[in-house]
């Protein structure tokens, strides 16, 4: 064989070997970036199944919010009856003073009634 084939053969089987070598460094990163991806994925699925789970916890169907929203209002009209008869009581309670006074005066004249009665004969 010719030196200069021998020679050639010899550089491109060097340069097919590094071509060879480069390629196979460059699959095996690509799998470990694959991996590495893999590994992010999965752990993205963990939390979004976890935040799933939490917001499945914490929320309420539309019925038990209706109906926790009735209950609410029911409750509230409740406490709205009571401060409102609350306030009529208290609008008693300032007319208390004058209510006291009618009945004293009412208690008064009757008294004076019945001493003037008692005084005047025939009365």
Known sequence: MNPILQI??????AAATLIGTLVL???????KRLDTHEIDI???KKDF?????????????????VRSEAFTRDKLDK???????????????DKIPQIAGAI???????????IISQIKPGG
């Open 49 to 65: 199944s976890l935040c799933k789970v939490d917001c499945e916890r914490n929320n309420v169907s539309k019925e038990d919010w």
């Open 8 to 13: 050639f053969g010899i550089l491109l089987s």
């Open 79 to 93: 406490v709205s009856a009571t401060l409102n008869r609350i306030e009529g009581q208290l609008g008693i309670v």
């Open 25 to 31: 460094w460059n699959l095996k990163q690509l799998v």
């Open 42 to 44: 999965a752990q993205i």
């Open 104 to 114: 004293s005066r009412e208690i008064a004249a009757t008294i004076t009634r019945e």
